[in-house]
């Protein structure tokens, strides 16, 4: 498929590059969560998102800070994708005062309006009607603006997930609707939970608008993305995608678990070796010279970046304890 | 009933103030919507929402599919972006499909993100009763949601109230639960034309006495209401304090009462195990235990599904002649005439809340 856009974006190196260093960015800041997890400073479940980088870069690629992101219990990478304050999370993950719910929602319950990222929760199905009511209300306020709503496979079985594109469609609503389908709820494979036929095939029958393509390759993504979002924003109702990806780690906690025996054989291996970011990097390198230094550079810059913000958060205040009965009510 | 024997004020029914009350509300709030499976219908909700979307339009009073969970989500979303929601449900037996939404967002939100953004909805909700209504169309599960810290809920017994609390509740920017008891929409009373705020956090002593106080909400404030008036014929005088809200509940108001009358009775408009009433007599006992004479009485409805029979249900629900007798005897007084039990007497079928209803539903 030509298409204007990629075109010149494959030839904007700088664009490769800042798309890179996003991959990149949340892959170590994942990591980092995971090497340290074990501090016991980080004291709430953590849901990293390694292997699944390129979903949530892709599709903010297309978004402003105007538009809003709702999300679910795997959301580092939306949060950060859309622009979210790497501080002030880790501060969160530290249950600190400075944390961007002062501590009140942990890995969990992310947020940061000041970039559009409204909300994760880890009821899975609890946020997807959220997103297409922030919807719904941008169109009746006249506000020129998208909702993007993350969510899993897993999360397509949940009811709420139908009404709500029900309602997305039966309004034509300007919502996206992003499956990133990695294959497991938890330790059960999508095969032993749904039946055999697409996902997007029921999306569609929803009368949805829907689009699909390989979830570890960003350029794909943000290929997919960007028609269909500008068809959302061009007042054509709402779009769904499903992006394949894999989750390389086990499902909540810092540690792999391929030992458990739940993934095929040299499943997980299959899918490191079509590793989003490295998959990039092939393509960058590729095109001409091998950039080490500029690849190291970023590295470094993250790293440096990364280390300043769990100061931050270890150095940062605990809540107050005469605050816990505050904001029950607004 | 209270308050209205003053003949030139104006008299509204329940709904009719319940109607009057979201229109004010719309009409002073452009981003307010309503929402809500047969709100613009013929029936309109029991003519609560009865001409809205002919006024406001359908960018602003919208009928819903049947996704009660998943709109209650939408509706949500819709708040936290800023739009003022009133979603309406014919019974109240339907939200139990939205409970996630209710309890794990609503209700949260604005706690969990550090009082960051809130959710501006009012959630209406109808008990039934009576007419064979049945095991899933006449619940009050009232007290599942006053168990949930972050929701507001209130249970208004008056028209007066109905109106000022529908607006309140409206210009609230919490998550309010607003349960009506379907036998209210008749009744009428005195009801200001102008706009205005009822409380939604304070209780209010609708009765004065000396004898007793009964703490009732809902229908049963009425039902109690009609007892106290029988009762004074055999010389016991009964305060009664309407609750009006069971989250929170107004603590300050029952103590008065209480350190007044030195007795209590609880009439619960639901359940007995897991109650309101439970949670009344707890905060009297835990606080005021001195101001008691006697042990508090609860008066009830017993730990079983609501049966569809008439024959059964008659016997099922506590009326007037009910609370009465069982508070002459809490009080050990003995009528030996009956004087009370023969005013309260209800004469023709009990199934239905007035003679003039003509069933079903």
């Known amino acids: 498929m030509t298409n204007r856009y990629q075109k010149l974006l494959l030839e904007a190196e700088t664009e490769l590059f800042s798309i890179y260093t996003q991959l990149l960015r949340i892959r170590r800041i994942e990591e980092a969560i995971a090497k340290r997890y074990s501090e016991w400073e980080m004291r709430c479940p953590v849901h990293l998102g390694i292997g699944q980088e390129a979903i949530p870069v892709g599709v903010s690629m297309h978004l402003t800070k105007n538009d809003h992101v709702y999300s679910n219990h795997r959301s580092h990478g939306h949060y950060f994708a859309k622009g979210g304050n790497l501080k002030k999370m880790i501060a969160e993950l530290y249950g600190k005062e400075t944390g961007c719910c002062g501590g009140r929602g942990g890995s969990m319950h992310l947020i940061d309006l000041e970039v559009g990222f409204m909300g994760s929760t880890p009821i899975v199905g609890g946020t997807v009607p959220l997103a297409v009511g922030d919807a719904w209300s941008a169109v009746l306020k006249g506000e020129k603006r998208i909702s993007v709503i993350y969510f899993g496979d897993g999360c397509f079985e949940e009811g709420v997930v139908h009404e709500a594109m029900n309602f997305a469609v039966l309004h034509k609503l300007p919502v996206i609707f992003v499956c990133e389908n990695n294959g497991y709820s938890v330790f059960t494979q999508l095969n032993e939970r749904q039946a055999t036929r697409k996902i997007i095939n029921i999306a569609e029958a929803h009368g949805m608008q829907t689009h699909s393509a390989d979830g570890n390759d960003v350029l794909e993504v943000m290929e997919v993305s960007y028609n269909a979002i500008k068809r959302a924003r061009d007042g054509n109702g709402p779009q769904f995608f499903e992006f394949k990806t894999y989750r390389w780690l086990e499902h909540c906690g810092p540690d792999e678990d391929d030992h458990l025996n739940y993934r095929p054989q040299g499943e997980l291996s299959t899918w490191k070796d079509r590793c989003p970011v490295e998959k990039l990097k092939k393509h960058i390198v590729r095109k001409d010279t091998n950039y080490e230094e500029q690849f190291q550079l970023i590295e470094k810059d993250i790293n440096i970046e990364i280390d300043e913000a769990f100061e931050f958060a270890k150095n940062s205040k605990s809540p107050q304890i005469d605050q816990l009965g505050k904001y029950i009510y607004a | ?361």
């Open chain 2, 1 to 361: 009933m209270h308050k209205s024997h003053d003949k030139n004020l104006r008299k509204l029914t329940f709904a009719e103030a319940i109607r009057e009350g979201i229109d004010q509300a719309m009409m002073d709030n452009s981003d307010l919507i309503v929402i809500g499976e047969g709100v613009p219908d013929p029936k309109s909700i029991f003519l609560t929402t009865k001409g809205l979307q002919e006024k406001y339009g359908s960018n602003r009073v919208f009928d819903m599919p049947l996704s009660e969970n998943g709109m209650t989500g939408v509706c949500i979303g819709a708040a936290l972006n800023g739009t003022s929601v009133l979603m309406i449900h014919q019974r109240i037996d339907f939200v139990m499909l939205a409970m996630d939404q209710i309890i794990n967002n609503a209700a949260k939100w604005h706690y969990m993100f550090n009082g960051q953004s809130s959710v501006p909805i009012v959630i209406r909700m109808i008990v039934g009763r009576g007419w064979g209504q049945g095991p899933q169309h006449s619940q009050n599960l009232q007290a599942l949601f006053a168990h949930i810290p972050g929701l507001k809920v209130v249970t208004p017994a008056t028209a007066k109230d109905a109106k000022g609390m529908m607006i309140a509740a409206l210009k609230d920017k919490n998550p309010v639960i607003f349960i009506e008891h379907r036998w209210l929409h008749h009744i009428e009373d005195a009801v200001p034309e102008k706009t205005y705020s009822s409380s939604l956090d304070k209780a209010q002593v609708l009765r004065e006495g000396s004898d007793v106080t009964i703490v009732a909400n809902s229908l049963m404030t009425i039902e109690s209401m009609k007892a106290a008036g029988a009762l004074s014929k055999v010389g016991v005088y009964v305060e009664i304090v309407d609750l009006r809200s069971i989250k929170p509940i107004d603590s300050d108001t029952i103590l008065k009462s209480v350190s007044k009358t030195r007795n209590l009775v609880v009439v619960d408009s639901s359940w007995k195990t897991g109650s309101i009433s439970g949670e009344i007599v707890s905060l009297v006992v835990e606080t005021g235990f001195d101001l008691l004479d006697r042990a508090p009485l609860r008066i009830a409805l017993s730990d079983h599904v609501v049966p569809t029979s008439h024959y059964l249900a008659d016997e099922y629900y506590k009326d007037a002649q009910y609370i009465s007798s069982q508070v002459l005897d809490f009080l050990s007084i003995v009528d030996s005439t009956n004087v009370v039990g023969k005013q309260l007497e209800i004469h023709g079928p009990k199934d239905v809340p007035n003679k003039e209803f003509h069933g079903p539903f």
